[in-house]
């Protein structure tokens, strides 16, 4: 397996509309924005709103973590920071990672943009660190993330039954993983679905 550098080492993953850049010192205030957010804090899993102190101490932990590596989705457009996404808790022996995004910015919701920034982390995961086995765990009642790391591939594995609290109230914690292979099967499909593009003759 690819040797992982940390976070500030990383290089710019480039996309269509989007790119994600790693993390910088900089960016602390949009993390520290979207842990504030209840609506954002509930659908995630985050237990509580995050102080500059704490944010501090994410960023000095981020760095020195060498089993997690964290990007800010940008969009090209403007250069315009809308969310976080990264691999956690890497586990080499046994090529394994566990994964995120969050798309902060709510007016960025619904366009694709996870899409797209989820469909560079994975290929980075895979093709670039050689993992075999990329994991999520979802929020039961959040039945839009439920939707859309589907659409990336992920396939429920297991539920933890009451395994997520929020506002007095117990929920399912849903486990979703997606294998290399399964990735690449449906990388190939989504490449090969494409409409091939005729050339066209000049006129002169």
């Not at 996870?114 to 039945?143: I, K, W």
């Not at 979703?176 to 990388?187: A, K, P, Q, V």
Request: proline content about 3%.
């Amino acid at each position: 397996m690819a040797v992982e550098k940390n976070s500030s080492q990383q290089e710019p993953l480039i996309g269509r509309r989007v790119y994600l850049r790693p993390f910088s010192k900089n960016d602390l205030p949009y993390v520290q924005k979207w842990s504030n957010d209840p609506e954002i804090r509930k659908l995630t899993g985050e237990v509580a709103p995050m102080s500059s102190a704490e944010a501090a101490k994410f960023y000095k932990e981020l760095c020195a973590d060498k089993e997690r590596v964290w990007f800010v989705i940008v969009l090209k457009k403007g250069n315009r920071v809308i969310g976080e996404a990264g691999l956690l808790r890497m586990f080499r022996p046994w090529k394994h990672t566990d994964m995120t995004i969050i798309i902060g910015e709510k007016d960025a919701w619904g366009k694709g943009y996870g899409t797209e920034a989820g469909r560079l982390l994975l290929d980075y995961a895979f093709e670039r660190l050689g993992f075999h086995r990329v994991s999520v765990g979802v929020v039961a009642f959040n039945e839009r993330a439920l939707r859309f790391w589907g659409g990336l591939g992920f396939k429920r594995e297991g539920v933890h039954r009451d395994g997520y609290y929020c506002n007095d109230k117990y929920s399912d914690f849903v486990m979703m993983s997606i294998l290399e292979d399964e990735y690449r099967n449906l990388h190939k499909r989504e490449h090969t679905s494409m409409p091939s593009k005729r050339r066209l003759k000049r006129k002169f």
